[in-house]
């Protein structure tokens, strides 16, 4: 009886992780594919322009600094072409780019060429996503969106732990033809991402709410409400940088714990993330409840990190346990942020504007990855147990500020009964 509950168990996870055939599975193979692209350049890129190409480090920094700020730049321009055009064509263009780029990677020789290859992959890759979620906002019914998203980040782990898993194959070997290989490969992805979105069905631009004789509504960066409501999310995003920079520093200069835990909290990570991403996603098919789904999510961040700042003076054993345990509170943090932003950005554009405004609120995202892992280091490395308690308090005000400012923002758009539910 117990083998047959957790065989049903396991089925229902697994209907619940893999969309059913159609528009959805097809949006979860792009995003897994995309995902196994993205592990094996992110695991094997900065070693291969330090060898092949001969950058130190603090050119290949100061390279990607750069160009993520030419990403960002570009986000609002071409979420509005999704919005003139449909988002499938953009789409298509964006990783038809990206197959070409990463092929040209192996070309590169200096650091200009460099600075230029990695500002247009930027360009690209930071606007597949807003403009993802623009098509799953056109594909989708309401209730379905945050959903279909959910099961895109969980399949998006599992891609990219693959794409990793190749990836260190392939600097085992340490040849340049290896490193050519993860480049080819990574190339040939995206262009499988493309033939995907190709046979994708298209989507009709969402009508304006303007007519002919009205002024066109002003622009989406104007929006001071959903701006705020952006750099809200992005602050709360800072769990990743926690989790990839701060934490791993944390352990090897901040606590006796073994080296070895920080990879197993990544793995720990993503491992409850593809567990869990879509059963926690419920409760996010309004405005009002991704708003609530966020500021839940900025207490349990808070609390993770006041959990890490009691770990420096613990014995090894107890330290690895507490962070352990801190991680989990990390993981349940990170689901509902992710679950809280979707809501958001799907719900909250007004009709006609989805691109636009999904490129606005992936500013929100910029910033935090620009800034977050300087913010967070000299936080929690430079000031210690001090250091962490203020990244929590920062944490815990973003995530309380996102309800009021989410009512605002529905009573300035008036918006449709089935998303201007009460706040608990």
Not at 22 to 39: N, S
Not at 344 to 361: C, D, I, K
Request: include cysteine.
């Amino acid at each position: 009886m117990n083998d047959r509950r957790a065989g049903n168990a396991i089925r229902d996870w697994a209907r619940d992780l893999v969309p059913e055939p159609g528009p959805a599975r097809r949006l979860a193979v792009l995003t897994t594919v995309q995902a196994l692209g993205f592990g094996l350049f992110l695991s094997s890129g900065a070693i291969f322009f330090s060898r092949e190409v001969g950058l130190s480090a603090g050119r290949i920094g100061l390279g990607l600094s750069v160009a993520g700020l030419a990403g960002l730049v570009c986000t609002v321009p071409i979420g509005r072409a999704a919005d003139r055009f449909g988002a499938r064509l953009p789409l298509l263009v964006t990783y038809v780019a990206l197959a070409v780029l990463f092929a040209s990677y192996s070309v590169v020789t200096n650091f200009a060429g460099f600075v230029v290859v990695a500002s247009l992959i930027s360009v690209f890759e930071t606007s597949s996503h807003p403009l993802r979620m623009t098509l799953t906002h056109a594909l989708f019914e309401t209730d379905q969106r945050v959903r279909v998203a959910a099961q895109m980040r969980s399949l998006f782990n599992v891609g990219f732990m693959a794409g990793a898993g190749i990836a260190g194959a392939a600097l085992a070997v340490g040849t340049r033809t290896a490193f050519l290989a993860v480049l080819l490969l990574t190339a040939v992805a995206h262009a499988g991402c493309a033939a995907i979105t190709w046979r994708t069905p298209g989507t009709r631009p969402a009508a304006v709410a303007t007519k002919p004789s009205e002024k066109p509504s002003r622009s989406g960066l104007r929006d001071a409400r959903f701006v705020g409501l952006a750099l809200l999310s992005g602050v709360v995003e800072l769990y990743q940088p926690i989790l990839t920079v701060a934490l791993p520093l944390w352990i090897v200069h901040g606590t006796s714990a073994p080296r070895w835990v920080t990879a197993a909290l990544l793995v720990l990570d993503t491992v409850l993330v593809i567990a869990f991403q879509v059963a926690m996603s419920r409760g996010a098919e309004t405005a009002t409840g991704s708003a609530r789904m966020l500021r839940r999510a900025g207490a349990l961040l808070a609390a993770c990190c006041a959990i890490f700042a009691f770990t420096g003076h613990l014995a090894p054993v107890p330290a690895t346990i507490i962070l352990l345990i801190g991680t989990v509170v990390l993981v349940m943090g990170e689901l509902g942020q992710s679950a809280g932003s979707w809501g958001l950005s799907l719900h909250l554009p007004p009709p006609g504007r989805q691109g636009e405004y999904q490129g606005v609120f992936a500013l929100g995202r910029g910033l935090q990855q620009t800034a977050g892992p300087y913010l967070v280091t000299i936080l929690a490395i430079n000031h210690g147990r001090s250091g962490w308690l203020l990244l929590a308090a920062v944490l815990l005000i973003a995530g309380l500020l996102c309800p009021p400012l989410t009512a605002a923002a529905l009573r300035r758009t008036a918006a449709t009964p089935s998303t201007a539910d009460s706040f608990a």
